[in-house]
């Protein structure tokens, strides 16, 4: 049974009421268990769960230590392209908003990677939009031969692919794939996605199932928070994660939670989420499962990212660009959003180091490709 | 106590360490130390070979550290080979703790693979350390494969649960013509001493020390552990007695006068 198909004997309405209902009865029974099910996971994102905030948090801290150490592992994100055919409410990338766009050439995709190198990366995340015709899979397989000269580690952000075109880029050096739904709320991504291929929610839905069944090593889940309801959306996220863990066993598992930001020409988030409920996400994911990857972008400020480096995070990106050629070739390019944390990653590096964590750059080799 | 020798290397410390979630290099390299440990894993996928001056190595750089280079991040024995080939070039060391687990949420080892490729990798010349599970059976083919030692897992990699396998681990020991290496879920120096008491050759710890609140303390706590225990092995513990001695014994009758 392919996700899709469990997903849709679930009612959004019906998942979000019992997650409201949840008791603070719940929420301690959630806390004694070694091992945390969906029912538990909803009571701990429960507003009843608002309340053991700190002993979630202890848990969460104690369970990361105990799976990764004292280590966070570092990566920056590089925006080959923001040409993109699709129209979404949130993003700056979208077709609508008419701002000049650009791909990188080869010569400036070496250059970006020269500069992002420099700064001592070693994991690179690739990002384009979706534009078919001038960014399709050869442009992105292109892009990952000439990355992998440079970086141990290469994912992709791109858009949904089929089953084949991911196993091709594996051929050559792709390692990990996110790839969020958005929202599980099938009527409002349809608002949010009402133009382009993004706007079909089945086959976005479906493409964790062709990426466990291409092989691709690591699949990064996660919606983007302020579209829905975030407890209902991260309800449906952690079901597709413990879907996907069963189903496709050698696949290592991320999860990400970007709250929405600002960006050119974007609606207001529909819904706020604020840093006491972002932490208590962070330590619902972390208590549920002890061996996933939670990943902080610079979406969030440095004061949040100081203070939840020990909380149950376990990779960060830093000094993040988030429009093509940002690092080095065209810095005033068209951006996807406006980041908070604006730090370098020297900095945030000496940040790390002060709160007794390794940084760790590299983990990962070509080798094990 | 006796020195332990696997392969070409005798070795006075019978505590192997990770060198894995230590909140810095400089703490690894201390902890260590304090540890006594004499073989010090490393995963290759953590290393940069062509990085002359690699953080983690520049730290293992003392005379007491040999290096164990494993293949974590290997899904099957064609992997591992090629991994195994590249550490040997890289870290200048046929040694190889041969990690498969091409499951990477709970790390545990592939038994089918494993034996090939520890078949393949003797075959080439290497000194195969393999991480199994606590499977006799497979440690006797091992040993067949060309393992110059075997490394049972004692419960879950990083679980620190102790030795929840220990049923195993005693027929292992038993049977084992090579030495036995506890790895895996020592979360405590009891569990450490324990494994030691019972007759393992020696233990590999990671976890439990590289994430307690004083890492240099506990590498010492588990180097006196590991000694304990072996000296108690050494020594010869006395036997467990399974019930309480009968005030009359059941056959004095025999000895009676009719």
Request: hydrophobic share 40%; charged share 25%.
């Amino acid at each position: 049974m392919s996700f899709r198909t469990a997903f849709e004997q679930e009612n959004w309405e019906a998942i979000k009421a019992s997650i409201y209902n949840k008791t603070a009865t719940q929420v301690e029974e959630a806390l004694s268990k070694e091992k945390l099910n969906l029912e538990d996971f909803k009571a701990l994102i429960s507003p009843a769960a608002a309340g053991y905030l700190e002993e979630m948090a202890k848990k969460s801290q104690a369970l990361t230590l105990k799976r990764f150490g004292k280590t966070i592992q570092m990566y920056a994100p590089m925006y080959l392209s923001n040409e993109c055919q699709n129209i979404c409410t949130y993003c700056g990338f979208s077709l609508d908003n008419k701002i000049r766009r650009r791909t990188l050439t080869d010569a400036e995709i070496h250059e970006e990677c020269k500069t992002i190198k420099a700064l001592g990366f070693e994991h690179i995340l690739l990002v384009t939009g979706e534009a078919n015709k001038t960014v399709g899979v050869d442009y992105i397989e292109n892009a990952i031969k000439i990355a992998k000269g440079y970086f141990a580690l290469i994912s992709i952000e791109v858009q949904p692919l089929d089953e084949n075109e991911y196993a091709q880029l594996m051929v050559h050096g792709l390692n990990t794939v996110l790839v969020y739904q958005e929202t599980y709320h099938k009527e409002d991504y349809k608002k949010h996605h009402p133009k382009g291929k993004k706007s079909n929610f089945d086959y976005r839905v479906d493409t964790p199932d062709r990426l466990g069944k291409a092989g691709v090593y690591k699949v990064g889940l996660g919606v983007l928070i302020g579209l829905e309801d975030w407890r209902t959306d991260s309800f449906f996220t952690a079901m597709h994660l413990k879907y996907m863990e069963r189903n496709f066993w050698r696949t290592k598992y991320s999860i990400s939670f970007p709250r929405l930001r600002p960006a050119e020409g974007i609606l207001e988030p529909k819904v706020v989420m604020n840093d006491r409920e972002l932490v208590q996400l962070i330590c619902a994911y972390r208590l549920l499962d002890e061996e996933v990857e939670l990943s902080l972008s610079t979406r969030e400020n440095q004061r949040f990212r100081n203070n939840v480096v020990k909380l149950g995070i376990t990779s960060m990106s830093a000094g993040s660009k988030t429009n093509p050629g940002g690092y080095s070739v065209e810095p005033e390019s068209l951006e996807q959003f406006e980041i908070s944390d604006e730090r370098s990653p020297s900095e945030i590096a000496e940040m790390i180091k002060s709160n007794g964590y390794e940084v760790v750059w590299k983990d990962w080799d070509h080798v094990l490709d | 106590m006796k020195k332990l020798t696997i392969a070409d290397k005798t070795f006075s410390s019978r505590l192997f360490t990770g060198t894995g979630k230590f909140g810095s290099s400089a703490l690894m390299e201390k902890s260590l130390l304090a540890s006594g440990s004499e073989l010090v894993t490393v995963a290759l996928k953590r290393v940069d070979v062509h990085e002359q001056e690699d953080d983690i190595l520049k730290h293992l750089g003392h005379e007491q550290f040999n290096l164990l280079p494993n293949t974590s991040g290997v899904r099957n024995a064609k992997e591992a080979v090629f991994a195994a080939q590249l550490a040997r070039e890289a870290l200048e060391t046929n040694w190889l703790k041969l990690e498969i687990h091409p499951d990477p949420k709970y790390l545990l080892p592939d038994p089918i693979e494993s034996l090939k490729a520890t078949e393949a990798l003797a075959k080439l010349g290497f000194v195969v350390l393999p991480y199994i599970h606590a499977d006799p059976v497979l440690c006797k083919k091992m040993e067949e494969a060309g393992a110059a030692a075997v490394m049972p897992l004692g419960s879950p990699i990083g679980s620190n649960k102790g030795l929840k396998t220990i049923d195993f681990l005693e027929i292992i020991i038993e049977q084992s013509n090579v030495p036995v290496v506890v790895d895996a879920g020592i979360g405590a120096p009891s569990h450490a001493a324990w494994a030691m008491e019972i007759g393992a050759d020696a233990v590999l710890v990671n976890t439990a020390i590289a994430v307690s609140d004083n890492p240099v303390a506990m590498g010492q706590a588990f180097k006196l552990a590991v000694e304990s225990g072996r000296m108690a092995f050494e020594a010869k513990l006395g036997e467990k007695s399974r019930q309480a001695e009968a005030s009359s014994p059941l056959t004095a009758f025999l000895d009676e006068e009719q």
